[in-house]
Nanobody, 119 residues
Framework: QVQLVESGGGSVQAGGSLRLSCTASGRTFSTYGMGWFRQPPGKEREIVAGISRTGGNTYYADSVKGRFTISRDIAKNTLYLQMTSLKPEDTAVYYC????????????WGQGTQVTVSS
């Protein structure tokens, strides 16, 4: 079992930055991949970024490449999403997820944190 708690969401103006954190507990942190997803208002949830167990491999959705950076600190059992050059279309509830069975299918999910970008 893995428990996930996100933090760091909030409101920011376009062009600004935010860093999301996701603290994991339960199973050993380095034994599973992790990812960030988001669900914009009125839309389906979509993957934003993924990272391998040790952090050596990452994946980004085309919409965030060059603006967002996913990373993990194994010593702190924490996953991060650094978001820069934010746009209004980045407004969404952001979820962290753990232990993927595929690029978009994960076994464990956090409760979500709201990110609002105003123009």
């Amino acid at each position: 079992q893995v428990q996930l708690v996100e933090s760091g969401g909030g409101s920011v103006q376009a062009g600004g930055s935010l860093r999301l954190s996701c603290t994991a507990s339960g199973r050993t942190f380095s034994t599973y991949g992790m990812g960030w997803f988001r669900q914009p208002p009125g839309k389906e949830r979509e993957i934003v970024a993924g990272i391998s167990r040790t952090g050596g491999n990452t994946y980004y959705a085309d919409s965030v490449k060059g603006r967002f950076t996913i990373s993990r600190d194994i010593a702190k059992n924490t996953l991060y999403l650094q978001m820069t050059s934010l746009k209004p279309e980045d407004t969404a509830v952001y979820y962290c997820a753990a232990d993927p069975s595929s690029r978009t299918a994960y076994h464990y999910w956090g409760q979500g944190t709201q990110v609002t970008v105003s123009s």
